[in-house]
């Protein structure tokens, strides 16, 4: 057999088939081998076997992306954006359901592709030029039926596509493995990944495998805290052969020292910072699956005076207020944000907020703007209600007694809000740690000052 410094002889390389064992193993073991060596290898291949290369991923993977060994129930791909953990993902589930030969099973029958949505396990983790029908040979390739919302191999196997945006559709199905994509932006986390857990119940050893970039969510800390799990982590870079150097340079010179680039370039789990005014969990908790009847609802506006790239951006916030029981609480709708727009951009997302969510008023901070605001929005729609609102102490302290009605569950979330969160998160009583201005916090400061503000006195907002 093949000894460190050897290249694999004909009769070990011979076969053209992927799945058997000899041009796989001998492609793991030269791929760390010099230059030299890996080049008489390719060299001594036939043309089947040069064809079939490209989908022996073992030959190909970074360290991060290969399963690790043990006895594992979930192995944790957590690296930055563009790291390729989607490959990775897809690879995992060719290994778990391909056998030797197109027609042989592999270790796994039944298998769930489970990400936010729907659409998005489609056209990422199916379709996407990373998803599997990208990653297999065609011999292997499954067919995609889309009526069944399913891919079916030559040997049988099968890969369910579900959202865990409907978690319920998961209570039915059983699985002996599942790809779950980037489970910390999925906004019913927890609901859909217990489900996911009941449904992981075939075979003899059911595993899955989660890609996503890190957030301080508290069902991935959970899992990662678990001692049944595994984890892999990789920075962007680790993936630079594969993408834009423009990207990687413009990436880091806007968000490298950042606390984001540390999350999405990185890859690294934050912990919650000292003095911060939210935390993740927090917010993590007080997120609603579905929206209320409100009894009013405000756009919120920060706005940018310029519309030059390194400007800051335009907050935008929409929330709504809902009687509970004797009491009132808010509903933070949407972050409807917007960056390097002109003031009519801005204006027109404004307006385009207010409509979409049938807003009674429009709020904005102006501070720096002075009339801006209100000469762009009435001269688009004259008939818009609006309210002007002047700062007069700094930004945490403005924040405070927001995050206070926080700590009384009196506010919740709904959707994706990702971008709000993570500045909220950066907001400490001393100021705001991350890069630029907060933006989004201010806008959200001023939307729930205005709903609660009036109607609810005794939650002690009090003028800004």
Same mark, same amino acid.
């Given at each position: 057999?093949?000894?460190?410094?050897?290249?694999?002889?004909?009769?070990?390389?011979?076969?053209?088939?992927?799945? +058997?064992?000899?041009?796989?193993?001998?492609?793991?073991?030269?791929? *760390?081998?010099?230059?030299?060596?890996?080049?008489?290898?390719?060299?001594?291949?036939?043309?089947?076997?040069?064809?079939?290369?490209?989908?022996? /991923?073992? /030959?190909?993977?970074?360290?991060?992306?290969?399963?690790?060994?043990?006895?594992?129930?979930?192995?944790?791909?957590?690296?930055?954006?563009?790291?390729?953990?989607?490959?990775?993902?897809?690879?995992?589930?060719?290994?778990?359901?391909?056998?030797?030969?197109?027609?042989?099973?592999?270790?796994?029958?039944?298998?769930?592709?489970?990400?936010? &949505?729907?659409?998005?396990?489609?056209?990422? $983790? @199916?379709?996407?030029?990373?998803? @599997?029908?990208?990653?297999?040979?065609?011999?292997?390739?499954?067919?995609?039926?889309?009526?069944?919302?399913?891919?079916?191999?030559?040997?049988?196997?099968?890969?369910?596509?579900?959202?865990?945006?409907?978690?319920?559709? $998961?209570?039915?199905?059983?699985?002996?493995?599942?790809?779950?994509?980037?489970?910390?932006?999925?906004?019913?986390?927890?609901?859909?990944?217990?489900?996911?857990?009941?449904?992981?119940?075939?075979?003899?050893?059911?595993? +899955?495998?989660?890609?996503? &970039?890190?957030?301080?969510?508290?069902?991935?800390?959970? @899992?990662?805290?678990?001692?049944?799990?595994?984890?892999?982590?990789?920075?962007?870079?680790?993936?630079?052969?594969?993408?834009?150097?423009?990207? %990687?340079?413009?990436?880091? *010179?806007?968000?490298?020292?950042?606390? $984001?680039?540390?999350?999405?370039?990185?890859?690294?789990?934050?912990?919650?910072?000292?003095?911060?005014?939210? *935390?993740?969990?927090?917010?993590?908790?007080?997120?609603?699956?579905?929206?209320?009847?409100?009894?009013?609802?405000?756009?919120?506006?920060?706005?940018?005076?310029? *519309?030059?790239?390194?400007?800051?951006?335009?907050?935008?916030?929409?929330?709504?207020?809902?009687?509970?029981?004797?009491?009132?609480?808010?509903?933070? @709708?949407?972050?409807?944000?917007?960056?390097?727009?002109?003031?009519?951009?801005?204006?027109?997302?404004?307006?385009?907020?207010?409509?979409?969510?049938?807003?009674?008023?429009?709020?904005?901070?102006?501070? +720096?703007?002075?009339?801006?605001?209100?000469?762009?929005?009435?001269?688009?729609?004259?008939?818009?209600?609006?309210?002007?609102?002047?700062?007069?102490?700094?930004?945490?302290?403005?924040?405070?007694?927001?995050?206070? %009605?926080?700590?009384?569950?009196?506010?919740?979330?709904?959707?994706?809000?990702?971008?709000?969160?993570?500045?909220?998160?950066?907001?400490?009583?001393?100021?705001? +740690?991350?890069?630029?201005?907060?933006?989004?916090?201010?806008?959200?400061?001023?939307?729930?000052?205005?709903?609660?503000?009036?109607?609810?006195?005794?939650?002690?907002?009090?003028?800004?």
């Amino acid at each position: 057999m093949n000894t460190a410094e050897s290249v694999p002889d004909e009769r070990e390389s011979s076969p053209s088939t992927l799945g +058997q064992p000899g041009l796989r193993s001998g492609a793991a073991l030269i791929a *760390s081998k010099p230059d030299e060596i890996r080049e008489a290898f390719l060299d001594g291949l036939s043309d089947e076997e040069a064809s079939a290369l490209p989908f022996l /991923f073992d /030959f190909w993977a970074h360290p991060h992306q290969l399963p690790p060994a043990g006895d594992w129930r979930s192995w944790v791909i957590m690296g930055g954006r563009g790291a390729g953990k989607t490959r990775a993902g897809a690879e995992w589930v060719r290994m778990m359901v391909e056998g030797d030969m197109p027609g042989d099973p592999g270790r796994a029958r039944r298998v769930a592709l489970v990400g936010e &949505t729907f659409d998005q396990v489609r056209d990422v $983790m @199916i379709f996407g030029d990373s998803g @599997i029908l990208a990653c297999s040979p065609p011999d292997r390739r499954p067919e995609w039926q889309a009526t069944r919302r399913r891919l079916v191999w030559p040997n049988g196997a099968i890969a369910e596509a579900h959202s865990a945006s409907s978690p319920e559709h $998961m209570r039915g199905p059983q699985f002996d493995a599942a790809w779950v994509d980037e489970l910390a932006k999925w906004t019913k986390a927890r609901e859909a990944y217990d489900q996911l857990q009941f449904a992981l119940r075939l075979g003899d050893r059911p595993q +899955q495998v989660i890609t996503t &970039t890190p957030r301080n969510v508290t069902v991935l800390k959970q @899992i990662l805290d678990a001692g049944s799990t595994v984890v892999t982590h990789a920075p962007t870079e680790a993936n630079k052969d594969n993408l834009a150097a423009s990207f %990687l340079e413009e990436v880091r *010179s806007r968000y490298g020292n950042t606390r $984001m680039g540390r999350q999405e370039l990185d890859g690294i789990l934050l912990d919650d910072l000292d003095g911060a005014l939210w *935390s993740a969990s927090m917010l993590e908790d007080l997120r609603v699956p579905e929206l209320p009847a409100f009894e009013r609802v405000v756009v919120a506006v920060d706005p940018a005076v310029t *519309s030059k790239k390194a400007s800051d951006a335009c907050g935008i916030v929409v929330a709504g207020l809902v009687r509970s029981g004797k009491d009132w609480e808010a509903v933070v @709708i949407e972050d409807a944000t917007v960056e390097g727009a002109s003031p009519t951009g801005w204006a027109h997302a404004v307006l385009a907020a207010y409509e979409r969510h049938g807003a009674e008023r429009v709020v904005a901070e102006v501070n +720096q703007g002075g009339d801006l605001v209100e000469t762009l929005i009435h001269q688009l729609d004259p008939l818009v209600p609006y309210r002007s609102v002047h700062a007069s102490r700094g930004k945490a302290a403005r924040a405070e007694p927001v995050a206070a %009605l926080y700590e009384q569950g009196r506010v919740k979330h709904y959707g994706a809000l990702g971008p709000l969160e993570d500045q909220m998160c950066q907001m400490t009583v001393t100021g705001f +740690q991350g890069s630029g201005s907060p933006d989004r916090v201010d806008a959200l400061v001023w939307a729930l000052t205005e709903l609660m503000g009036a109607a609810a006195p005794q939650a002690r907002i009090r003028t800004l």
